[in-house]
């Protein structure tokens, strides 16, 4: 007899749902069987349920589609919630199912309760004919709001027989998208501000992805620099001799330095922008391209051209009104200031203290590695600061991380659910050894579970930046206190993650020495399936924003204090 969970099943794939990440218990059993069946969306067994949401961001931000996570009652919705947070903050469609308990209370239970602090909409289909239409309002809310949303399924809901109407196989849930189209009018007073106004700078935020291309082309013809938020790293390649890096509050310097001349900036789809890097308004004349007003980084009473509609329409009608950039200097100033930046970038990843691995080394080294389609993943640690400095992306290649809540520990699963999302392309996780220990070691007896699906797949490269330090909170501290002398402040317990990676079954590749980091990484590349990459790498080697604000370019010492200290505590 076909139940609930058949047909549940069935309208996931219907959805898009390639796959589901969850954690089994005897509440969603009968859900968890039917995800078994033939097609259906595959059943991913992750080691927590925090990880099956982070998986299942991930999978919508590299997709499009909505990603989907499954997780017991009780605990498993409060630990849920730290990967649903990362899905709601960054807009990423994530359907979360969640079992109840058996008796159906009348305010949804607890776990309506936990969800709905979250989700765009969260609701408990109590009875089986109830199923079918929640899961619809769940799907568009997730796809037409751009966020998590719940769906709440008590087992005997999941374990009934399927009624002939609402839950039967009607097709996938629309989501009504008519293109949104901008008032001609802000189109034209929005031309006249970018075509006369002095020193132009393009942002590009994840909002603005699917106009990135569009965005490039209105650079060119106003002569702009361009930057573009964290999430939208991979939107445009880093060959581009205008594109100035990531902006943010440890962003590029030479975003950081395009932002505080502009004269004229471009909002597109800058939803994700922190509002503190925009210049102050009595000396930049701002336009913000948006989909809807809310979605504008600036606040409501704020001056500026405000262009709302989808952003590739919005740009389609922008473009042949734009005047080309009278102020050439500028144009020229801008590919200067990016040509400095990027030859720092490659004198400071060449050098090395001692026997110590340079940690801007391995990233450089990984840029002129990078395979085709690659899709490379970060943690929020000093590997974040790598990754924005020196990874270089070309066409076709894509990014991932958690964005605005940085969360540590992402990296490993989102890299896990690229491999299973993009089974074609190769996939690196850049991880420091303290997100790694936060969660992503348990992430790796996933990885360990499927290692004969994966081993005939391209590289999937999990690369440890070992210092035995949270390397980002430690550089905070010095930059704050101002004094380079004051002991490792974060300790990570020392552990051999070559040695762990292959007692759980794992290849892996060892490297701490300077010389070895390029061919170690041809090691790693060159393989087939998952490998753990270890870097034994200098912590005392500053971010670009510590170096700025302690005007060393390294700590001196402050590396041999810690361990003296470390030592004594020893004894």
Known sequence: MVNVSDRLAARLREAGVGRVYGVPALAVDPLVRALGGAGAPEFVQTRGEESAALMACAEAKLTGRPGCCLAPPGAGVLRLLAGLYDAA????????????????????????????????????????????????????????????????????????????????????????????????????????????????????????????????????????????????????????????????????????????ECGTLLLVGAEDLDPALLPAADRCRIVTVDRDPEDCPLDPGASAVRVNGEATACLDALLPLLRGGADRGWAVRVERTVRAWRAAGETRAHRYFGTSVNPRSVVAELSERLPEGAVVTTDSGTALDWWTRHLRLRTGMRSLLSGHLGLPGASVPYAVAARFAAPGRPVIALVGDGALQGGGLNELITVRRHLDRLADLPPLVFCVFSNGDLNRLTWQRRAAVGDPLIPLSAEVPALPYAEWARLAGLPAVRCDRPRQVGSAWAEALGRRGPVLLEFVVDGETPPDWATARTGSARMPGAGSWGRRLTRARAR
Do not use: I, M
């Not at 239409?133 to 399924?153: C, E, N």
């Not at 009504?176 to 034209?188: C, F, I, L, N, Q």
């Open 89 to 260: 903050a960054d807009r990423a469609p994530v359907l979360a199912l969640v079992g109840a308990d058996p008796a159906p209370r009348r305010d949804g239970g607890p776990a309506v309760r936990h969800l709905a602090e979250v989700c765009v909409y969260c609701e408990e289909a109590a009875a089986p004919e109830l199923v079918g239409d929640a899961f619809d309002r769940a799907v568009r809310a997730a796809l037409g709001d751009r966020g998590a949303a719940g769906l709440v399924l008590p087992h005997e809901t999941l374990a009934a027989p399927a009624p002939p109407g609402p839950c039967g196989p009607s097709g996938a849930p629309s989501v009504p998208s008519p293109v949104r189209r901008p008032d001609p009018g802000a189109v034209r007073r929005a031309a006249e501000v970018l075509g006369g106004g002095g020193r132009p700078v393009v942002l590009v935020g994840n909002g603005g992805r699917a106009a990135a291309g569009r965005a490039a082309r209105a650079a060119r013809q106003l002569g702009a620099g361009v930057a573009t938020t964290a999430l939208a790293r991979d939107t445009l390649p880093d060959d581009l001799p205008y594109l100035a890096g990531v902006a943010g509050p440890l962003g590029s310097e030479a975003a950081a330095a395009l932002l505080g």
